[in-house]
């Protein structure tokens, strides 16, 4: 396997899925939201179309709605941190950042997530992303 093959994997659960799903926060997320909870990734190759989208999310809303608009910045700042900083950059890494969906991952077959295993290892770098809980977030 060459070297230039290797990506970072910012790992995501559905609720950041669902999140995006939200119509309120920007109409073309949508798709990309259906596409990372059926497909289980967003390759790097869209992530350009996919940060335009999230570039469209206001900095503020009202209520419970709030919520949702902080994560999809936050989703924004953390993608743009791995694609952009330099100082990111793994050794034999190509630079690309591809999103994935842990509920995806885990509910393939064992022969599939072997075979998806092997190419998590060829991977330089993974990371997890997710809301937290309620009661993590009153236990600070």
Request: hydrophobic residues 35%; proline residues 1%; contains cysteine.
């Amino acid at each position: 396997m060459q070297c230039g093959n290797k990506r970072v994997g910012l790992v995501l659960d559905s609720t950041i899925t669902a999140f995006l799903m939200m119509g309120n926060l920007a109409a073309g997320l949508k798709s990309h939201a259906v596409t990372l909870f059926e497909v289980g990734k967003l390759a790097d190759e869209v992530l350009d179309n996919f940060l335009t989208e999230l570039d469209t999310v206001s900095d503020t809303s009202e209520g419970e709605a709030q919520r949702y608009f902080d994560h999809a910045i936050t989703l924004r700042e953390t993608i743009r941190f791995f694609r952009y900083n330099t100082k990111c950059f793994v050794n034999g890494s190509d630079g690309g950042l591809d999103l994935l969906r842990c509920e995806r991952l885990e509910s393939l077959d064992q022969g599939t997530r072997s075979r998806v295993r092997v190419k998590v290892r060829s991977t330089s770098f993974s990371s997890s992303l997710s809301p937290s809980s309620a009661s993590a977030s009153s236990s600070r």
